[in-house]
């Protein structure tokens, strides 16, 4: 039997172990916090240590040294310089900031927008148009002229308090800063004069950062610090025309399509012969799509109604005058079609005088025959510009002659006037090789070549190599006096033009043609692919200049400083031209430029490949299709 004071006896020890038990667990877990604790500041400790030879995407873009001037502010070899903006114009128009954006230069361009209450903004500008009205009615009352400025700025603040009631404008603090890179201080100004001047041009205040270089530079910098804290009170229309969110169009209302805008997807629609000059320089590595953008252009031209006329080094556009029904002229030591270099334009307008076209003729043959015998002395160059003339005049081809009558010598007749010349054994042998000797056949013929048709094709692919810059400069000169003959809206594709760019009598001969050929309603496309022996020429630099539209695909490494210097490309267009793929690069129209994209249809492409798989792949398809029309009207192979 449990006695009442044995059970409080009880309860009594049940509490005291409880609040043991208590004590003790409370102690264990005091305990087992402290280990955590131990062994976290253990993992810190070896983290820290870790770290400190570990190195981080601060350390990677950080400069070596940083030096803070009051002007400006020296990273490493580079100096850098901000601008910011301090008054606008009354009227500021959409895209006045795509001038500062396309600038080829190393620019960080950064923006601020905060946002302004409107409530506050709205009885600022109530008091601002009750004290304008208030001089207005002073003025008025004293008798005062009107002031249109102050009229001006209380209809400018009424529209804008309606649009902020209507909620149709909003009211921001805008701050813009330019932050200009350059390797040199000098070079450094030169930078910031120019966009000093772009601003001053569409009346735009600018002012450079003085004694705050460091916090102008990390304003720039993406971290989304305004540490300048130079803002402009501005609503949103003229904000947003501030917005760097363009790029250059080049679509117009006529032309063809030579590709696809790569910024923002438009289409590139030009027509050539709108611009200063219809000509054009295309420059690109091997397989990257070149023959096929200039075949592409070709096509489309044609559907236009333009006369199109190329020289074809490899036999590339072949198939693409079988599709369209041109005329392929093969010229070589074997072929029935044969060009005289001494043929003159028949029909030229009344302004030109004959004497004046014998005498370009006879300049242009002097040329080729550098060209054909190699270097001349100052006494060769004499004696054969006097037998070029004899040479013509022998057929009574004077200053007073009809051209429509004439008849056109030949290198044989040349060859004869030098021989009755003094002093011209040795040049009378060289010439001899091209008369009587191995290239007989390619000189000395009457010409017999049709060019009526919208397409002509010349090929010299089976000509020696020592040939082809003789045969092209012939074929180009023949073509001129055709051009000059009869205007016409027209194109001459030169592929690899870089063959007459090696000698200087040549380049200059193309130079003078893509100077004068505006005036005959011509367009001349030059194509190459060794651009290093293209540009290094002073004549190749001049071509390029006389060139409106310019189109840069896939570039190699050995070329691409060549490209970058010629053209004045950024770093950026300059990876862009490095990495494209077949079909991709830059194209230029005048000041403007966009990558580009070359597209074709399905059927254009079945044209104008130049991919040998697919060239076997149609030849297949066009033996299958043959055969079995073969079959279908029951002809008799053996037959």
């Given amino acids: 039997m449990f006695k009442p004071s044995d059970i409080k006896q009880q309860e009594k020890e049940l509490a005291k172990a409880k609040?043991?038990?208590?004590?003790l667990g409370f102690i264990e877990k005091e305990k087992v916090e402290t280990e955590k604790t131990k062994q976290e500041k253990i993992l810190l400790e070896e983290e820290k240590a870790y770290r400190k030879g570990i190195v981080t995407v601060k350390d990677i873009i950080a400069p070596s040294a940083l030096e803070v001037k009051p002007a400006y502010l020296r990273l490493g070899d580079t100096y850098t310089r901000t601008l910011f903006v301090v008054d606008y114009p009354r009227y500021i128009s959409v895209g006045w900031f795509s001038p500062i954006i396309n600038f080829s230069a190393t620019l960080d361009i950064s923006m601020f927008f905060v946002p302004v209450d409107s409530g506050i903004v709205l009885k600022q500008l109530r008091d601002k148009s009750g004290n304008l009205e208030a001089q207005l009615v002073e003025d008025a009352e004293k008798g005062a002229p009107r002031d249109p400025l102050r009229e001006t700025a209380l209809r400018d603040i009424e529209k804008l308090r309606?649009?902020?009631?209507?909620?149709i404008e909003h009211f921001f603090q805008f701050s813009l800063y330019v932050t200009i890179y350059a390797s040199s201080p000098k070079k450094l100004e030169e930078l910031t004069e120019e966009?000093?001047?772009?601003f001053g041009a569409k009346l735009v205040l600018s002012?450079?950062?003085?004694?705050?270089?460091?916090?102008?530079?990390?304003?720039?910098?993406?971290?989304?610090e305004d540490q300048l804290q130079i803002p402009f009170n501005m609503n949103s229309s003229p904000a947003a025309s501030s917005f760097p969110f363009m790029s250059s169009e080049l679509t117009s209302d006529s032309g063809i399509l030579y590709g696809v805008n790569r910024h923002n997807n438009s289409l590139i629609l030009f027509d050539r012969f709108t611009l200063q000059n219809a000509n054009m320089a295309v420059f690109a590595t091997s397989g990257a799509g070149k023959s096929y953008a200039?075949?592409?252009?070709?096509?489309?031209?044609?559907?236009f109604g333009t006369d199109v006329m190329i020289i074809d080094p490899e036999r590339e556009y072949e198939h693409l005058s079988e599709a369209v029904g041109g005329t392929y002229i093969n010229i070589s030591l074997n072929s029935q079609i044969k060009i005289n270099p001494f043929d003159l334009p028949r029909s030229v307008s009344e302004e030109t005088k004959t004497g004046d076209i014998i005498r370009s003729a006879v300049i242009t043959l002097k040329g080729m025959m550098r060209l054909m015998l190699g270097d001349l002395t100052h006494q060769e160059d004499s004696l054969i510009d006097r037998a070029l003339i004899e040479t013509y005049a022998k057929k009574d081809i004077t200053p007073e002659s009809d051209l429509r009558e004439a008849e056109i010598p030949l290198m044989q007749d040349f060859q004869e006037v030098l021989e009755g010349m003094e002093?011209?054994?040795?040049?009378?042998?060289?010439?001899?090789?091209?008369?009587?000797?191995?290239?007989?056949?390619?000189?000395?013929?009457y010409t017999n070549v049709n060019m009526e048709n919208q397409l002509v094709i010349f090929s010299v692919r089976d000509l020696e190599d020592e040939l082809k810059p003789v045969a092209i400069y012939m074929i180009i000169n023949y073509i001129w006096n055709v051009v000059r003959s009869e205007m016409k809206r027209r194109m001459l594709v030169i592929d690899e033009a870089w063959w007459l760019m090696q000698r200087e009598d040549s380049a200059k001969f193309i130079f003078a043609l893509v100077k004068r050929?505006?005036?005959?309603?011509?367009?001349?496309t030059t194509i190459t692919q060794d651009v290093n022996d293209f540009l290094i020429s002073p004549y190749g630099q001049a071509i390029v200049s006389n060139s409106a539209l310019q189109l840069l695909l896939k570039q190699s490494t050995s070329s691409i400083d060549v490209i970058q210097k010629t053209f004045m490309l950024t770093e950026g267009e300059r990876y862009l031209l490095l990495e494209s793929g077949v079909g991709e690069g830059i194209f230029f129209a005048g000041n403007k430029h966009a990558a580009i994209k070359i597209v074709a249809s399905y059927s254009e492409d079945q044209l104008i490949t130049s991919d040998p798989r697919q060239l076997l792949e149609i030849e297949e398809a066009k033996k299958e299709f043959k055969e079995k029309s073969k079959e279908d009207l029951g002809v008799d192979e053996s037959l």
Avoid at 517 to 524: D, N, V
């Fill in 517 to 524: 050929c505006r005036k005959y309603y011509l367009g001349i």
């Fill in 294 to 303: 200039v075949k592409l252009e070709v096509l489309r031209s044609m559907m």
């Fill in 162 to 167: 309606d649009d902020l009631t209507q909620g």
């Fill in 207 to 224: 002012k450079r950062v003085l004694y705050q270089a460091e916090q102008g530079f990390n304003s720039s910098v993406p971290l989304g």
């Fill in 423 to 445: 002093g011209t054994d040795d040049l009378v042998l060289r010439v001899k090789k091209y008369t009587e000797g191995t290239f007989s056949g390619l000189l000395n013929n």
């Fill in 19 to 23: 609040a043991e038990k208590e004590r």
């Fill in 195 to 198: 966009i000093e001047g772009i």
